[in-house]
């Protein structure tokens, strides 16, 4: 069944935002700017016109929004993941969207970004390429130095603060921040991208992206007054570190619980974390979230990591035009990377391999669409497959599975000898 979809055509140019379409973005973006005073710092950008490279960290949907605001009303073209397509393809192609499937080495997308600057036009990027899971930085692809060497046209970044607490992946409601923060800040012009190797360039985008919006906040003093602020967070804090136990964790309201021990952690406004009995083992959450891919490393490096097999259901998005039910298999993650195998809905076979090596991160969901429970997102250049684990069978996180990715493709990186980089992949 799955060789008979219609394919999204990923080799259509970029088109230059319509015109009549740029002043609605802008003023279909602006609402919730002004609502979350957002406050955008130029920085070294005097006289600076496009074409240029747009490096964009990602925490929410608040993103896009401040980047309109930030580069109106220059024409630009943005690389968005092929879910953001669904139902609306034509409108997002005649906004400027190129369409990528996440995670995979996509030669096309690169003969997409060039014609955008040549055409004149601000090429705007998300490198990490999913919202962030506790608002810090994620790994970047090591790719990006040789992307923006290439393209010979100034790279600019825009750090957004506050998008992650306001609106965290894990639970999205809108706690209404104020104000939220970005740096715009020219980081190479031409001249000196000729002049800098693709270590220094990347070392220095790297460098550019580092932020945590807990810290942020705290810093600033924003109060996060909504009463269910810590419902989500144990999607992401997986782990117990009390008591170590993973996958029994829950939350309500502020407070953050593990089912197997009993321990309580209340959340402030101010975002940090405090056990209400005995020893806060982490009051400030990316911490947490770091403490846990320690755990994971742990595994990697003594060969022992495994999900066992998980019962799944695959849903395939092979186009814009909306998800459709593959079948229900089984998914192992373990040291040699991610295998899917199952029955589709005509009794045929299907399977995926990512081979470690293949495969740096992955992207995942919490609850995604309200449907079927979190999910892993894997790809390949022509599919888009949403895995969603059974919630009722064997325990598992898509928080650990995603750490592990990462440390895995790590861990294969010095066993060829090659020591990791900080900060990419």
């Given at each position: 069944?799955?060789?008979e979809?219609?394919?999204?055509d990923?080799?259509?140019?970029p088109?230059?935002?319509r015109w009549y379409l740029?002043p ?5 973006s602006m609402p ?15 006289g600076l016109k496009?074409?240029?490279v747009?490096l964009?960290?990602h925490n929410?949907f608040m993103d ?5 605001k ?7 073209n943005?690389?968005v993941a ?12 005649d ?7 996440k995670f995979?080495n ?6 997409q970004l060039?014609q955008?600057v040549k055409n004149g036009?601000v090429a ?10 506790c608002?810090?930085t994620?790994v970047?692809p090591e790719s990006l130095?040789k992307?923006c060497?290439?393209?010979k046209?100034?790279v600019?970044t ?7 607490v306001?609106s965290?992946f894990?639970?999205l409601?809108?706690r209404?921040i104020?104000?939220?923060?970005a ?9 000196e ?10 070392r220095?985008?790297?460098?550019a992206?580092?932020y945590?919006?807990?810290?942020w906040?705290?810093?600033r003093?924003i109060?996060t007054?909504?009463?269910?602020r810590a419902?989500g967070?144990h999607?992401v804090?997986?782990q117990?570190?009390?008591c170590?136990?993973e996958y029994?964790m ?6 953050l619980?593990c089912d197997a021990?009993g321990k309580?952690?209340?959340m402030?406004e101010?975002g ?12 400030h959450?990316p911490d947490?979230?770091e403490?846990?891919?320690e755990?994971v490393?742990?595994?990697?490096e003594?060969?022992t990591?495994s999900t066992?097999?998980l019962?799944?259901?695959v ?5 814009a035009?909306k ?5 229900e ?6 040291m040699n990377?991610f ?5 589709d809905t005509?009794?045929?076979p ?7 090596p293949s495969l740096?991160?992955?992207h995942?969901?919490?609850?995604y669409l309200?449907k079927f ?5 894997l ?7 949403y895995?969603?684990?059974?919630p009722e069978g064997?325990?598992f996180?898509?928080t ?5 990715t990462?440390?895995l493709y790590?861990?294969?990186l010095?066993?060829?000898?090659k ?7």
């Open positions: 069944m799955k060789n979809f219609e394919r999204f990923m080799k259509s140019p088109i230059r935002t740029r609605l973005t802008y003023l279909l919730d700017v002004i609502a979350h005073g957002s406050i955008v710092k130029k920085i070294n950008t005097e496009p074409p240029f747009l964009c960290n929410a896009f929004k401040v980047a309109t930030a580069i109106y009303p220059l024409r630009a943005y690389v092929i879910d953001g397509f669904i139902g609306r393809e034509k409108l997002l192609r906004v400027g969207c190129i369409c990528k499937r995979t996509d030669t096309m997308l690169v003969k060039a955008t036009d705007v990027i998300y490198p990490e390429a999913r919202y962030s899971l608002g810090t994620a970047l130095g992307l060497k290439f393209l046209v100034p600019v825009l750090i957004c603060h506050g998008h992650h306001n965290p894990w639970n409601h809108d209404k104020k104000p939220i923060e740096e715009f800040t020219l980081l190479f012009t031409p001249e991208l000729k002049e800098t190797s693709v270590d220094e360039i990347n220095r985008i790297v460098e992206f580092q945590d919006d807990f810290a906040q705290k810093e003093g109060k007054t909504y009463k269910g419902e967070l999607k804090l997986y117990c570190p009390s170590r136990t029994k829950s939350s309500s309201g502020s407070t619980k021990c309580h952690w209340s402030s101010l940090e974390l405090t056990a209400e009995s005995g020893e806060t083992e982490f009051s959450i947490w979230y403490w846990e891919r755990n490393r742990r595994e990697v003594a060969g990591y066992g097999v019962k799944v259901r849903n395939t998005l092979p186009n035009k998800f459709i039910f593959l079948g298999g089984t998914l192992v993650h373990d990377g295998t899917v195998r199952g029955t005509d009794g045929d299907f399977e995926m391999i990512k081979t470690v740096y991160s992955c995942i969901e919490y609850e309200g429970g979190d999910c892993v997102d790809n390949t250049l022509e599919d888009t497959w895995i969603y684990p059974d064997s325990p996180s898509v650990k599975m995603a750490l592990a990462e440390e790590f861990a294969f010095r066993s060829q000898g020591e990791p980089k900080p900060g990419l992949a």
